[in-house]
């Protein structure tokens, strides 16, 4: 926000609540049956909804059959009536929408399909350090109160900055905003409804208002400008732009901040709006759904993200671990998105790809921990003894294992050199002896090959909380090397950019970034070439 202006995209990992997709479900289906018994007696309603796409009957309003009803059945009042109980399903379903990661015996559960509204329990009673989380309703509210007091606190030091440049430039004392009230008393607009205290994120500038007192949500008259007429006080201005707003605000401590924080009368969309504001965008808040939930129906999944656009989220795409979750998803939304495939290891996605699962033009990620680490064949006595070695030995050095760090032979890429592509390095060193990359010995399929082949987009992500300094840096400059194979780039989700002090490989962990993916992910088989069949 402070470099570009706007918030980057957020990775969200969701839960749905079972009941609450069940209620959403019911209302869609009574639609359904009263629109089809509606078309068995009109030509022309029958027409229109076979002109209709399947998926979208579901979630498209179908407001466009109303001018085929009759007026004096009250039928369009009951198309009404369906519309708008949808709508308010599918908003309590969003906001109890669950963001949380889940633990391993959590996330085996939800595959099965079975007792779902017990394992979503467990999970919304899990320890947030332990994969637990916290509701979408209240994630937004506080990212809403954390923007507010970040840019209320830029404001109090230009406007302190203000004030003491014009007392040491004009020795005359300046008008307080009390005495200009007075002076010129402006026209402010009356509260409308409750929608209003949403649109403003500054604090009250009424002197008698206490800590000690409930606190309540600030509305235009709190913040409407001296001198300045209504219109202007409805157009949305940017707290920067504005000199007068900045003298005039009060500074906010962090006990009324907390307090209004803890207020849960705020739904989604007043947040939604005032972060509209706060940002001075119309989409201030980009958002790739990783979805854990499993078994929901696409047609649920299409109101929740027409839902978030229309809110004013960039819905920027949807991923899962099982691409049948998801695939045309786009069918069921109002505009398209971007599908997201993801996979443990580099041999999930070459498995993937002879199982027909994977189409041209795809997306998928995999973890970049799996460029280092491949699942190791019966064959490969040196690897076994390795390990026993680590174990039976008197001293480990973490520094010596880690400068030990080569790519697998599958990681090899032809890099680009003045556009064209150059011939493939036949040395397993790439870079200086500092800071090179190795690679393991051995001929094999390669993952550009797959990528070449069926024409998909490949990203890395890593497990933040496993991998150590010296692989991180390793899979920076391997990426930046191959751009052109690593399209989407390594995402990271660590705290300002760095990797957690202190992770270092031990006896028998590795710190790679694959984590316990690495038992969960499938071996790739350097025999096995793209176009060859298993």
Same mark, same amino acid.
């Given at each position: 926000?402070?470099?570009?202006?706007?918030?980057?995209?957020?990775?969200?990992?969701?839960?749905?609540?079972?009941?609450?997709?069940?209620?959403?479900?019911?209302?869609?289906?009574?639609?359904?049956?009263?629109?089809?018994?509606?078309?068995?007696?009109?030509?022309?309603?029958?027409?229109?909804?076979?002109?209709?796409?399947?998926?979208?009957?579901?979630?498209?309003?179908?407001?466009?059959?109303?001018?085929?009803?009759?007026?004096?059945?009250?039928?369009?009042?009951?198309? =009404?009536?369906?519309?708008?109980?949808?709508?308010?399903?599918?908003?309590?379903?969003?906001?109890?929408?669950?963001?949380?990661?889940?633990?391993?015996?959590?996330?085996?559960?939800?595959?099965?399909?079975?007792?779902?509204?017990?394992?979503?329990?467990?999970?919304?009673?899990?320890?947030?350090?332990?994969?637990?989380?916290?509701?979408?309703?209240?994630?937004?509210?506080?990212?809403?109160?954390?923007?507010?007091?970040?840019?209320?606190?830029?404001?109090?030091?230009?406007?302190?900055?203000?004030?003491?440049?014009?007392?040491?430039?004009?020795?005359?004392?300046?008008?307080?905003?009390?005495?200009?009230? $007075?002076?010129?008393?402006?026209?402010?607009?009356?509260?409308?409804?409750?929608?209003?205290?949403?649109?403003?994120?500054?604090?009250?500038?009424?002197?008698?208002?206490?800590?000690?007192?409930?606190?309540?949500?600030?509305?235009?008259? !709190?913040?409407?400008?001296?001198?300045?007429?209504?219109?202007?006080?409805?157009?949305?201005?940017?707290?920067?732009?504005?000199?007068?707003?900045?003298?005039?605000?009060?500074?906010?401590?962090?006990?009324?901040?907390?307090? *209004?924080?803890?207020?849960?009368?705020?739904?989604?969309?007043?947040?939604?709006?005032?972060?509209?504001?706060?940002?001075?965008?119309?989409?201030?808040?980009?958002?790739?759904?990783?979805?854990?939930?499993?078994?929901?129906?696409?047609?649920?999944?299409?109101?929740?993200?027409?839902?978030?656009?229309?809110?004013? %989220?960039?819905?920027?795409?949807?991923?899962?671990?099982?691409? =049948?979750?998801?695939?045309?998803?786009?069918?069921?939304?109002?505009?398209?998105?971007?599908? *997201?495939?993801?996979?443990?290891?580099?041999?999930?996605?070459?498995? %993937?790809?002879?199982?027909?699962?994977?189409?041209? @033009?795809?997306?998928?990620?995999?973890?970049?921990?799996?460029?280092?680490?491949?699942?190791?064949?019966?064959? !490969?006595?040196?690897?076994?003894?390795?390990?026993?070695?680590?174990?039976?030995?008197?001293?480990?050095?973490?520094?010596?294992?880690?400068?030990?760090?080569?790519?697998?032979?599958?990681?090899?890429?032809?890099?680009?050199?003045?556009?064209?592509? %150059?011939?493939? $390095?036949?040395?397993?060193? $790439?870079?200086?002896?500092?800071?090179?990359?190795?690679?393991?010995?051995?001929?094999?399929?390669?993952?550009?090959?797959?990528?070449?082949?069926?024409?998909?987009?490949?990203?890395?992500?890593?497990?933040?909380?496993?991998?150590?300094?010296?692989?991180?840096?390793?899979?920076?400059?391997?990426?930046?090397?191959?751009?052109?194979?690593?399209?989407?780039?390594?995402?990271?989700?660590?705290?300002?950019?760095?990797?957690?002090?202190?992770?270092?490989? @031990?006896?028998?962990?590795?710190?790679?970034?694959?984590?316990?993916?690495?038992?969960?992910?499938?071996?790739?088989?350097?025999?096995?070439?793209?176009?060859?069949?298993?």
């Amino acid at each position: 926000l402070e470099y570009f202006g706007k918030v980057p995209t957020l990775e969200w990992d969701v839960f749905l609540d079972p009941h609450l997709v069940q209620r959403v479900e019911v209302v869609l289906e009574a639609r359904d049956e009263f629109l089809r018994g509606l078309a068995s007696t009109s030509p022309r309603i029958d027409m229109f909804l076979k002109s209709k796409r399947e998926e979208r009957r579901y979630t498209d309003k179908m407001d466009g059959i109303a001018k085929y009803m009759r007026n004096d059945g009250g039928e369009k009042k009951i198309l =009404h009536f369906y519309n708008t109980e949808i709508e308010k399903r599918v908003l309590l379903l969003l906001e109890h929408m669950l963001i949380a990661h889940g633990n391993i015996s959590q996330l085996a559960l939800e595959q099965t399909g079975c007792l779902k509204q017990y394992n979503f329990s467990r999970v919304k009673h899990t320890r947030r350090t332990l994969g637990g989380g916290i509701f979408a309703k209240h994630w937004i509210m506080m990212y809403t109160e954390a923007l507010k007091m970040s840019t209320e606190m830029d404001e109090d030091v230009c406007s302190d900055d203000d004030i003491s440049t014009s007392d040491s430039s004009n020795h005359s004392p300046v008008s307080s905003a009390a005495s200009s009230v $007075q002076s010129s008393p402006s026209k402010s607009p009356k509260r409308k409804d409750s929608e209003d205290f949403a649109l403003s994120f500054l604090p009250s500038t009424d002197e008698t208002d206490s800590l000690l007192d409930i606190p309540r949500f600030p509305s235009r008259d !709190d913040f409407c400008v001296p001198n300045l007429s209504s219109d202007d006080c409805n157009k949305p201005q940017s707290p920067k732009s504005s000199p007068n707003l900045k003298n005039t605000m009060k500074p906010s401590t962090s006990f009324h901040d907390l307090a *209004m924080a803890a207020i849960s009368s705020s739904s989604i969309v007043e947040c939604m709006a005032t972060l509209k504001r706060i940002m001075a965008c119309d989409a201030p808040l980009g958002l790739v759904l990783d979805i854990k939930s499993r078994h929901v129906p696409k047609r649920v999944w299409g109101l929740i993200l027409d839902a978030l656009r229309d809110m004013g %989220a960039r819905v920027e795409g949807i991923g899962t671990f099982a691409a =049948h979750d998801i695939r045309d998803i786009s069918k069921y939304c109002a505009a398209p998105l971007k599908e *997201m495939i993801f996979y443990h290891c580099a041999g999930d996605l070459q498995q %993937a790809c002879h199982d027909g699962l994977i189409r041209r @033009g795809d997306s998928v990620f995999f973890n970049a921990g799996s460029l280092f680490w491949n699942y190791p064949a019966r064959k !490969d006595k040196d690897l076994f003894l390795k390990v026993i070695g680590n174990a039976m030995s008197w001293r480990f050095d973490a520094e010596e294992v880690k400068k030990e760090y080569k790519f697998q032979p599958y990681a090899k890429a032809q890099a680009l050199s003045a556009g064209k592509r %150059a011939p493939m $390095q036949q040395s397993t060193r $790439q870079g200086n002896d500092d800071d090179c990359i190795r690679y393991f010995e051995g001929r094999s399929s390669t993952i550009q090959q797959y990528k070449e082949h069926f024409d998909f987009s490949i990203g890395l992500y890593v497990q933040e909380f496993a991998i150590d300094e010296r692989s991180m840096d390793l899979l920076v400059k391997y990426v930046n090397m191959h751009p052109h194979v690593y399209d989407l780039g390594l995402s990271w989700g660590g705290v300002n950019g760095v990797t957690v002090r202190g992770i270092q490989p @031990g006896r028998f962990t590795n710190t790679d970034g694959l984590w316990n993916q690495r038992y969960i992910g499938v071996r790739w088989d350097g025999d096995l070439y793209p176009g060859r069949m298993q």
